[in-house]
């Protein structure tokens, strides 16, 4: 069983840049499809990117695509979220994701394991 824990969140203005990590332990790393969720306040979780074991294969939400870049690090057992050109509509608690099964295409509630979220607000 993987342990999640997000950290990087934080308050900064449109235009700027973040970068989530999200560091696992208690599994074997490499075995997981990772991904980033996200939700907003009122809203259902939403997915934001997906990035494969080797992390030779990386999806993502079109209203992030050229803006955001998801990574891995299997000898550190983190995963990434670059988020660049930040825009008010990505104010959110954001969720890092893993699952022996995989991540892209699922339902954010088939998704075996969860970090606790980090909050990231955005602001004009």
């Known amino acids: 069983q993987v342990q999640l824990v997000e950290s990087g969140g934080g308050s900064v203005q449109a235009g700027d840049s973040l970068r989530l990590p999200c560091a696992a332990s208690?599994?074997?790393?490499?075995?997981?499809?990772m991904g980033w969720f996200r939700q907003a306040p009122g809203k259902e979780r939403e997915f934001v990117a997906s990035i494969t074991r080797s992390g030779g294969n990386t999806y993502y939400t079109n209203s992030v695509k050229g803006r955001f870049t998801i990574s891995r690090d299997n000898a550190k057992n983190t995963v990434y979220l670059q988020m660049n050109s930040l825009k008010l509509e990505d104010t959110a608690v954001y969720y890092c994701?893993?699952?022996?099964?995989?991540?892209?295409?699922?339902?954010?509630?088939?998704?075996?394991?969860w970090g606790q979220g980090t909050q990231v607000t955005i602001s004009s």
């Open positions: 994701a893993a699952d022996p099964a995989g991540v892209y295409g699922r339902r954010w509630n088939f998704i075996a394991y």
């Open positions: 208690g599994g074997a790393f490499s075995r997981y499809y």
